[in-house]
């Protein structure tokens, strides 16, 4: 495991975390790969902010092993040193401007002081370092917390819900950060419901339903491994019926939806269902592939309709 995990920026095995009977994190075992984003996801109450907090050192498990940075999750004073984390919101002196908060922080946690511009410039926030605190956006508030994150130089940073209240301006400023620091070598662990963001920005997804693991790998592996969907459309609505007959023959399951037949089948077979239309005089109106999204998986695996 000592020789995996240089490789890995954590990794964790059979990880638990009980309360009385019940189980918040239940026999966990997952493992990130160094200098990626991985997105962690799960229903309210799955243990997202358990298992951040098992691995931050907060809490101790009550079963399991692992691994930050490799170095062993029971010697938390090992790897926080090389840890960045915003977790829970950041907290910050209201009447304080962002340069004179981050130099607090840097102060007590023994950082250099020449850090806080650029950190600041770095989170888009240069312009507005002498600016209260009090007057700052949400999102300026969520970047500044990002930068107090960053002030250790990181090699992992943990962040739960970074993007959460923020508009779809704000969103994608924490995305293109999120995707700056990963570039240059930063490991990413976030937490987020926001599915449809966490798909876009995320290298590796894990998966939390009830304290348990439903999936941990390469968000692409996860997406390719659920079938896309061809939505057919034909001129005349009698043609749909007869359509999903020949469909079936042809080994492609399917199902009438409203005035659509919607069929399962990769990217591929479009061009093959499109002829076997024409073959049987059957016009085609609409023939649209349609890509699973995570929001979809994630829906069919955790059987929640809420992240």
Same mark, same amino acid.
């Given at each position: 495991?000592?020789?995996?995990?240089?490789?890995?920026?954590?990794?964790?095995?059979?990880?638990?975390?009980?309360?009385?009977?019940?189980?918040?994190?239940?026999?966990?075992?997952?493992?990130?790969?160094?200098?990626?984003?991985?997105?962690?996801?799960?229903?309210?109450?799955?243990?997202?902010?358990?298992?951040?907090?098992?691995?931050?050192?907060?809490?101790?498990?009550?079963?399991?092993?692992?691994?930050?940075?490799?170095?062993?999750?029971?010697?938390?004073?090992?790897?926080?040193?090389?840890?960045?984390?915003?977790?829970?919101?950041?907290?910050?002196?209201?009447?304080?401007?962002?340069?004179?908060?981050?130099?607090?922080?840097?102060?007590?946690?023994?950082?250099?002081?020449?850090?806080?511009?650029?950190?600041?410039?770095?989170?888009?926030?240069?312009?507005?370092?002498?600016?209260?605190?009090?007057?700052?956006?949400?999102?300026?508030?969520?970047?500044?917390?990002?930068?107090?994150?960053?002030?250790?130089?990181?090699?992992?940073?943990?962040?739960?819900?970074?993007?959460?209240?923020?508009?779809?301006?704000?969103?994608?400023?924490?995305?293109?950060?999120?995707?700056?620091?990963?570039?240059?070598?930063?490991?990413?662990?976030?937490?987020?419901?926001?599915?449809?963001?966490?798909?876009?920005?995320?290298?590796?997804?894990?998966?939390?339903?009830?304290?348990?693991?439903?999936?941990?790998?390469?968000?692409?592996?996860?997406?390719?491994?659920?079938?896309?969907?061809?939505?057919?459309?034909?001129?005349?609505?009698?043609?749909?019926?007869?359509?999903?007959?020949?469909?079936?023959?042809?080994?492609?399951?399917?199902?009438?939806?409203?005035?659509?037949?919607?069929?399962?089948?990769?990217?591929?077979?479009?061009?093959?269902?499109?002829?076997?239309?024409? @073959?049987?005089?059957?016009?085609?109106?609409?023939?649209?592939?349609?890509?699973?999204?995570? @929001?979809?998986?994630?829906?069919?695996?955790?059987?929640?309709?809420?992240?």
């Amino acid at each position: 495991m000592a020789e995996q995990s240089n490789l890995l920026a954590l990794d964790v095995n059979d990880l638990s975390k009980k309360y009385e009977e019940r189980f918040a994190v239940s026999h966990a075992s997952f493992a990130i790969p160094l200098g990626t984003i991985c997105g962690f996801v799960g229903p309210n109450g799955a243990g997202k902010t358990t298992t951040i907090r098992m691995l931050l050192g907060l809490i101790n498990p009550t079963t399991g092993s692992g691994h930050v940075l490799s170095e062993e999750i029971s010697k938390p004073q090992n790897y926080l040193p090389r840890v960045g984390a915003m977790i829970e919101g950041p907290a910050f002196y209201p009447a304080l401007s962002g340069s004179e908060n981050l130099k607090v922080l840097a102060t007590i946690g023994g950082f250099p002081l020449d850090r806080v511009q650029p950190l600041l410039e770095k989170v888009g926030l240069g312009d507005r370092s002498k600016s209260k605190y009090k007057t700052y956006s949400l999102g300026m508030k969520q970047r500044l917390g990002i930068a107090a994150a960053l002030l250790p130089n990181p090699k992992l940073l943990i962040l739960d819900e970074p993007t959460n209240g923020l508009d779809p301006a704000g969103i994608q400023e924490i995305r293109a950060l999120l995707r700056q620091l990963a570039d240059e070598g930063v490991s990413v662990f976030v937490s987020s419901h926001l599915l449809s963001e966490i798909e876009m920005i995320s290298d590796y997804l894990v998966i939390l339903r009830e304290g348990k693991v439903v999936f941990s790998g390469k968000t692409e592996d996860l997406l390719s491994a659920h079938k896309p969907i061809i939505v057919v459309k034909t001129e005349r609505s009698a043609d749909l019926s007869r359509l999903a007959q020949i469909i079936s023959q042809n080994k492609f399951e399917s199902k009438l939806i409203n005035d659509e037949l919607h069929i399962s089948a990769p990217i591929s077979a479009a061009a093959s269902i499109n002829k076997l239309a024409f @073959e049987n005089q059957i016009v085609i109106s609409v023939l649209n592939p349609i890509k699973p999204t995570l @929001e979809e998986t994630f829906f069919e695996m955790t059987g929640s309709p809420n992240a």
